[in-house]
């Protein structure tokens, strides 16, 4: 009797054994297809800068624009596609860095409504082309606080890159304001929004709502989850709201 007790145990064991290296297998295959699908959308967001700066710098070089007004609008399509490739990069760069424990900060005094704003003007000509209205709304008073200026640059890129790139039209509005010993940076849209249910992975590795509606849009997956670590390094906080078809809105904390 004792035997079978422990052969009955035993098969049990070795099903449950078989179950957990099944799942295990299936996420592997998660991981792999996921890690293929990253690898495709990287090279498609490296490839359509690449391909708008060969393209308009070939036109110029060849001197066939003698108008300065073009010559003008060629050279700022240029210098703002080597940004998007410079911020996509360093997503990548600071995606390897975080994952191998070496991700320090490098902090320094600063107006957060100043940074804020450099980003927005890098990002307007892509709001535009949208239609889209970009409405900032910073307390003028805030007190200084201490980031890793590039870092923090890198955080409002990728949260009003993806505001302009998941809305088709509406209006993205800016906030920042003190409250307690917090300064808090809202950034809303009106655009597509995020499924209930979707919300606590988009800040995965890779995490991609809907791989069929965002491939139009572009996008590598890795925006989100470099802004919370980011964010998290600062012992700061960032939360996402959404309703579909509503918009999002993303809060960021940082303790002064
Ligand atoms: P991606 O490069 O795909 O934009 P992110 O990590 O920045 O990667 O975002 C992860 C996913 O979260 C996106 O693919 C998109 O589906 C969703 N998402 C992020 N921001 C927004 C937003 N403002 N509105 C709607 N969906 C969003």
Redesign the pocket.
Known sequence: KYKQVISVKGTDEIAQLGNSIQILGEQLQYFENSRNEFLADVSHELRTPLTYIKGYSDILAKGKVSNKVDQENYLNIINKEASRLTFLVNDLFEMSKIEVGKFELNKEITMINELIEKVVSNLIPAARKKGLDIKADYQADLPEISVDLERMEQVFY?LIE??I??TINGQITIRSYLKSDFVIIEIQ?S????PSEELPK?WERF????QSR?RKTG???????VVKQIIESHHGNIIGS?TENEG?TFTIFLKL
Do not use: C, E, F, Q
């Open positions: 990728n993806n505001a790139k998941y849209d655009g597509i929004g995020i988009i995490y991609r709502v809907d965002t996008g590598t997956g890795l925006g989100l989850y959404s999002s």
